[in-house]
């Protein structure tokens, strides 16, 4: 059943390895290299954003894997996924290198 007091934001919009016909949807300055929907779902649980994460296939894409979380609306879309963006990068520089 569709939740229509959330926004569903796909792991794919934030993956700078995608060209943004490919579903990138951040300028590629703060978007983040393979982001996994672990990540993504910490990233929007810092914000407060009560994230629900669903792995499954971005609609446009190739079948690989990928992932959604779906969040509590507060702010217009594109204002939360770039909010969610600068979050996600800074998470994601500060993780151990292996």
């Not at 993956?15 to 943004?20: A, C, D």
């Not at 609609?59 to 959604?68: L, T």
């Amino acid at each position: 059943m569709k939740d229509y007091d959330r926004y569903v934001i796909w792991l794919d919009y934030f993956n700078s390895e995608l060209k943004r016909s490919e579903g990138r949807r951040v300028p590629i300055s703060v978007a983040t290299k393979s982001p996994t929907l672990e990540q993504l779902e910490g990233a929007c649980r810092k914000l407060s954003l009560d994230p629900v994460a669903q792995r499954g296939q971005f609609p446009s894409s190739a079948p690989k894997e990928s992932g959604y979380v779906s969040i509590r609306k507060e702010k217009p879309k594109k204002a939360l996924i770039l909010k969610i963006a600068k979050e996600l990068s800074t998470a994601h520089s500060q993780a151990p290198k292996k």
